[in-house]
């Protein structure tokens, strides 16, 4: 993708959601209804469209305004006797209601249509997107970002769209996007690349070893399962499947190998901790996952304690998702005793404070790693949070803020790590840009000395915060203990 094209986009597409520009509830009607009984319902409901829904609530066929013109054309007011079922299209189009705009945008434009279904994660319609609602953004080739990946055939295509993350986080950030939502977009253009390369590891597969053996999801774990991707992440990545463990492991063990490989081949390198779907610690049964986060919420040390650090920022992205909903439910559940907050709190170590005692910051050459010092205990107490409350939110604002309404965090304590958290994403990512731009690889560590001296005042502030997480979170759990005996 020209880079060039990316500078000059509207940011409208990437700050919005599907959810916030479709029209809801979508019109339905049966299928026996005429022509001119739904047109009838169309007018005074301000509505350009018609679905035919299955007994799920699921889109089973779609009439625009278009389709109604067409049969008068052809037909005159006979036509208008015709029944919906007869004309609708099929398959319906859709897209998930927490896209980003753009993606719908993207994906309109490759089929040519004015209108998409918005679903839920069941895949019930909720909405209907239409072109006549998003006017006000002024599409371009650069809208081409998110439906591309899903058109993608091959790793050439798929790093095509990863090339062009950098520049659109710069020409984000130069609209006033905050960081939070750079990070929201990197993430889910991330898990798409993911969602595919498992989409074609999968029929590749399928086409050396036959159909797969039993239902699979593909899962996406870390930063990018909570939304919070900056330009340097690695793969995380996961497999569940309802199949027979020894069995059928050669199949999903080719799938997550390919997979990760289509992803390295991308631009998202493989994860040096081994956190991925082609390695057997990564891939299990159902069952066996169960049994796992079992062994975990029971005494777990060590490696262990690490994989359910990442485990549980994981999101389904592809193959049969109700499989990840259901591994997910399983281990909130699970996480719900005593044992398991209290000992990932234990293993919760905030950094030493990086100021000296005339108020410098203590830096390596220049530059100070603000995810050690910064992210990554905010992230990790959230994270503990969450669990203790048996709440299944994956972003770290979300878990902060469902602390604070349980009383577990206070106003003051809540405000100041919000503020902290998002000037250390803010700093992190506009010193990725800069260095991608001067052709240096990107990373966590930001040259605070170059920062304003207002900025570096905020920065001390949020340090200091920082040191309090810790604190924070055993005392939360020790609360809960009192309440639970």
Not at 131 to 157: K, P, Q, Y
Request: glycine share 8%; proline share 5%; with cysteine.
């Amino acid at each position: 993708m020209n880079p060039a094209v990316i500078e000059r986009f509207d940011a409208f597409p990437f700050r919005h959601r599907v959810a916030d520009l479709m029209t809801k509830p979508p019109l339905a009607l049966g299928a026996d209804t005429s022509l001119a009984e739904a047109a009838r319902a169309m007018l005074p409901a301000g509505r350009s469209s018609i679905l035919l829904l299955d007994g799920e609530g699921r889109p089973a066929g779609i009439v625009t305004e278009h389709d109604l013109v067409c049969c008068f054309a052809e037909d005159g007011p006979a036509g208008l006797e015709r029944r919906l079922g007869e004309i609708a299209r099929r398959p319906v189009l859709t897209v998930d209601q927490q896209a980003f705009l753009f993606v719908a945008l993207g994906r309109m434009d490759r089929h040519e249509v004015r209108h998409l279904v918005a679903v839920d994660a069941e895949g019930r319609a909720t909405g209907v997107l239409s072109s006549r609602a998003v006017l006000r953004t002024r599409a371009s080739a650069a809208l081409r970002l998110g439906d591309s990946i899903a058109a993608a055939e091959d790793a050439e295509a798929l790093k095509e769209v990863h090339d062009a993350l950098p520049g659109l986080a710069r020409s984000l950030l130069a609209e006033q996007v905050s960081a939070g939502e750079v990070a929201a977009v990197i993430s889910h253009v991330n898990r798409d690349i993911a969602q595919r390369a498992a989409e074609l590891a999968a029929a590749r597969v399928a086409q050396a070893q036959g159909p797969a053996p039993a239902r699979w999801c593909y899962l996406v774990l870390g930063s990018a399962g909570r939304e919070e991707s900056l330009l340097a992440p690695d793969q995380d990545n996961a497999l569940v499947h309802d199949g027979a463990a020894g069995d059928d492991d050669g199949w999903f063990r080719a799938l997550g190998e390919i997979a990760s490989d289509l992803q390295a081949a991308a631009g998202i390198p493989y994860c040096k901790g081994g956190v991925m779907a082609s390695k057997p610690a990564w891939r299990h049964s159902l069952a066996d996952w169960q049994r796992l986060v079992q062994k975990w919420t029971a005494m777990p040390e060590g490696e262990q304690l690490l994989s359910i650090d990442i485990f549980y920022d994981f999101v389904p992205v592809a193959g049969e998702l109700t499989l990840g909903r259901e591994l997910d439910r399983m281990a909130i559940a699970a996480a719900g005793e005593r044992t398991l907050p209290k000992l990932m709190a234990g293993q919760l170590q905030a950094p030493g404070l990086p100021l000296k005692l005339w108020g410098g910051f203590r830096t390596e050459a220049g530059r100070l790693d603000l995810k050690l010092h910064g992210l990554y205990p905010i992230v990790a107490g959230a994270r503990v949070l969450a669990l203790a409350l048996g709440e299944s939110a994956r972003g770290t604002l979300s878990r902060l803020a469902a602390a604070r309404a349980a009383g577990r965090l206070n106003e003051a304590d809540h405000e100041a790590l919000v503020a902290a958290f998002k000037l250390f994403q803010e700093l992190i990512l506009r010193q990725q840009v800069a260095d991608l731009a001067a052709g240096a690889a990107a990373g966590t560590k930001v040259a605070v000395p170059a920062l304003p001296r207002a900025t570096q005042q905020r920065l001390k502030e949020a340090l200091r915060s920082v040191q309090v997480m810790l604190e924070t979170v055993q005392d939360a759990l020790a609360r809960r203990a009192e309440r639970c005996p």
